[in-house]
C-alpha cells in the first residue's frame, strides 16, 4: 500500500532498507486556454510536487530512475516526449537527470496507442448498447495489457537500491510489486485542484440545467 505524504508517520531511512523505492507523482495537465485560477492552482501543485520531492530525497537518497508515462520505449528525444506532454513535469526531470538519474521509457507503443484509440472512442458518446459494450470490453483489455506492459518494465528497471519516481495519472489501476515500497506524493494543491473540478462540474451542470 503506498504511503501518502504528509498522512503518514515519518518512516525511518532503515525501515525501507532492503526495499525497492519508487515515489508516485500524480500526473495534473493544464490544457489550453485553461483558466485564470486553475493555472495558478497548477503552478502550485507543481513547485509543491518539487518542495517534497526534494525534502523526501534528502532522507532517502537522490531518484536514480525516472517514469513517465505515455513516454513509449524506442522515442528518439525522451526529454522532448515529456516537454510536449507536460513542461511542469519535464523541470522536475531535467534538474534530477543533472544529478545522474536515468530517464526510463515505460510504455509499448503499440500498446499505448491501442488503449488511447480506445479510449477517444468512449469519451466521443457511442449510443447504440452492443457497441457500447464491445467497446468498453476492448477498452478494458487494452487497459490490462498497458498496465501488465509498465508493471513489466518497472519490476525489470527498478534494481535493489534504487529510488525511481513515477509521474502518473491517479486512477491507474496498477498493482505494483510488493518487494517495492511506494511513497504517494501528495502536497496540499492537489486537494485545492480536486475541490476546483468538482465545483466546475457542479457549476456546469447549473448551466445545462438552465439551458
Not at 493555472?39 to 537518497?61: R, V
Not at 503499440?110 to 459494450?133: A, H, Y
Amino acid at each position: 500500500m503506498a504511503a501518502e505524504l504528509g498522512k503518514m508517520p515519518k518512516p525511518s531511512v532503515d525501515t525501507y532498507s532492503t526495499k525497492r523505492k519508487l515515489l508516485f507523482v500524480p500526473l495534473i495537465f493544464a490544457p489550453p486556454e485553461s483558466p485564470l485560477d486553475f493555472i495558478a492552482l497548477f503552478n502550485k501543485y507543481w513547485e509543491q510536487i518539487d518542495t517534497h520531492l526534494h525534502n523526501l530525497e534528502s532522507k532517502l537518497g537522490n531518484v536514480t530512475k525516472i517514469y513517465h508515462e505515455m513516454v513509449p520505449k524506442g522515442a528518439d528525444d525522451l526529454v522532448k516526449a515529456v516537454e510536449e506532454l507536460n513542461e511542469a513535469s519535464s523541470q522536475i526531470i531535467k534538474r534530477r537527470l543533472e544529478q545522474n538519474a536515468e530517464l526510463q521509457p515505460i510504455e509499448d507503443m503499440d500498446i499505448l496507442t491501442e488503449f488511447m484509440d480506445w479510449s477517444k472512442c468512449l469519451i466521443i458518446g457511442l449510443q447504440n448498447p452492443r457497441v457500447i459494450t464491445k467497446v468498453h470490453q476492448a477498452y478494458m483489455e487494452a487497459q490490462k495489457k498497458r498496465s501488465e506492459e509498465i508493471i513489466k518494465t518497472l519490476d525489470e528497471s527498478l534494481g535493489q537500491g534504487d529510488i525511481g519516481l513515477l509521474f502518473m495519472i491517479e486512477g491507474h489501476h496498477i498493482q505494483f510489486p510488493s518487494d517495492i515500497e511506494v511513497f504517494y506524493i501528495a502536497p496540499p494543491a492537489l486537494d485545492e485542484i480536486k475541490r476546483w473540478s468538482r465545483s466546475q462540474e457542479v457549476k456546469s451542470r447549473s448551466e445545462q440545467t438552465a439551458d
